[in-house]
């Protein structure tokens, strides 16, 4: 007669699918914090190019149209504008993903500032990732069909390092 009881096999076996679940409930967090990060770099690429050029803070809305609606004028400008705005948002994504996204009871494998440089260095990667998609559809698709696709695999790269080992765990003792 077989026992009812659980053994080591179906221990783990849960352990395998309460992780799964709980990886996917993390990604959809870290994807939503990503989203708030796009937004955030947006506006920080808008301040910085206006103030870079000398525009008001109260022209906002205004510039957000030009840079919507017209080619770039000063290439340089907007280059340091978007590092300005990459390097904004990942603090922010960075700030919001420990604070939510990868909050744990357990301890931490590595420090605060270790994080925050394995995070930037991840992001890296995921921008890398975001930029190779973009490269290589360009020719096949719309850019902004690609840049999606670009995002999506960037966004998998970024969570899957990110979870991996900018926020690993200490194991329980």
């Known amino acids: 007669m077989r026992s009812t009881e659980p053994g080591p096999s179906d221990r783990a076996a849960v ?32 301040i910085t190019v206006d103030a870079l050029s000398g525009t008001p803070l109260s022209n ?22 978007s590092v300005v705005a990459f390097v904004v948002a990942t603090l922010w994504n960075f700030a919001f993903n420990s604070l939510w996204t990868f909050r744990t009871t357990l301890g ?3 420090s605060p500032t270790r994080r925050l440089g394995l995070y930037f260095g991840v992001s890296v990667g995921s921008l890398s990732v975001n930029e190779a998609v973009l490269l290589v559809t360009q020719t096949v698709l719309p850019p902004l069909i690609g840049q999606a696709i670009g995002i999506l695999m960037g966004s998998v790269v970024g969570f899957l390092g990110n979870n991996r080992y900018t926020f690993a765990e200490t194991s329980p003792a």
Do not use: C, M, Q
């Not at 990886?23 to 870290?30: A, L, P, S």
């Open 15 to 46: 352990e395998a699918l309460s992780g799964g679940a709980r990886d996917i409930v993390r990604y959809g967090k870290f994807f939503l914090v990503g989203l708030t990060g796009v937004f955030v770099n947006l506006v920080a690429f808008v």
């Open 60 to 81: 906002f809305y205004s510039s957000v149209i030009h840079f919507v609606s017209k080619t770039a004028s000063n290439p340089v400008l907007y280059v340091t504008g």
């Open 108 to 110: 931490r494998r590595h």
